[in-house]
């Protein structure tokens, strides 16, 4: 797979693709689950889905179809989307109590009548696989080694250590501040002894701060936002925005106006989206490991 293209003048830019990525994981990943087998423990994903929304539906058949290649078991349970709140906690307190489940993951969004800060501190935090109970992302916070961090931005994470892009020292420019992405990240890269900076709808003069980054996250969902104007030749961006343009998937940057200009990039699709879902299957494997203790 190509991952470098030419820059007149200037040198080379590479193309941080999630694939090798994936693929580095999951063959570590084949590895411990071989040993865990060998020592009775089927590492199984038990995921709750509320109705069929066909977004839920996708990412079913995603998780499904990764589980097989690394040989984790998945069990779906099917509920309607008119369940009550009480029905649906207690189904969560089944598998927190089952021995044989390893991570337990819920599709979101919750339907409207459901609270989604009770169900989030009903999951046991050890099976907490796509980090929802806020007692693991307050564990982000202290760099507990227990505690299981949001799967995408410690996506972002194991993309540029894979690359063997530098993050210690490094200033790093997050533009995005929700609890799924922008602070648990900020987190995880102050953890790697990174200088972090946080953007947001608010932040004046935007342009002048991701252009001083070395490393520009970028997570607002607006489609090619981003041109060459935000970053300079040496910037390495990692775009996790996930938007619909003219018809196809795009990202927050303006992949074909930039990607030949700046040091590094993730491409949408094909970049950090991919990881994700190996970052999710890690976590179960972790859970599964340490159930033999």
Do not use: W
Request: net charge negative; proline share 5%; with cysteine.
């Amino acid at each position: 797979m190509k991952t470098i293209k030419e820059r007149k003048g200037i040198g080379l830019s590479e193309i941080l693709y999630g694939k090798p990525v994936v693929e580095s994981i999951y063959a570590d990943l084949r590895e411990r689950i071989d040993r865990l087998k060998e020592k009775g423990v089927d590492p199984r994903i038990d995921a709750i889905r509320l109705g069929s929304r066909p977004d839920d539906m996708a990412y079913e058949r995603q998780v499904k179809n990764s589980c097989a290649k690394v040989g984790i078991s998945v069990t779906v349970h099917e509920l309607p989307d008119t369940i009550t709140q009480e029905a649906l906690i207690e189904t969560i307190d089944g598998l927190n109590d089952d021995s044989k489940v390893h991570g337990v993951l819920l599709f979101r969004p919750l339907p409207a009548h459901i609270d989604p800060e009770a169900v989030s501190q009903a999951l046991a935090p050890e099976k907490d696989i796509d980090c929802m109970n806020p007692k693991n992302l307050s564990g982000v916070l202290v760099n507990d080694p227990d505690a299981i961090p949001p799967c995408t931005p410690e996506a972002v994470i194991a993309t540029l250590k894979f690359y063997g892009k530098e993050i210690a020292g490094k200033n790093v420019v997050i533009v995005n501040r929700s609890l799924v992405l922008g602070k648990p990240l900020a987190l995880l890269f102050l953890n790697e002894n990174a200088t972090v900076t946080i953007c947001h709808s608010k932040t004046v003069d935007l342009s002048s701060v991701t252009k001083r980054a070395d490393i520009v996250v970028t997570g607002i969902g607006r489609a090619n936002f981003f041109g060459m104007d935000y970053f300079d030749e040496n910037t390495i961006i990692t775009d996790v925005g996930i938007n619909f343009s003219e018809g196809r998937l795009t990202g927050d940057v303006d992949f074909d106006a930039v990607s030949e200009h700046v040091r590094a990039i993730t491409p949408v699709p094909g970049g950090i989206g991919t990881v994700t879902t190996a970052m999710l299957l890690t976590h179960l494997v972790n859970s599964a490991e340490k159930s033999l203790f």
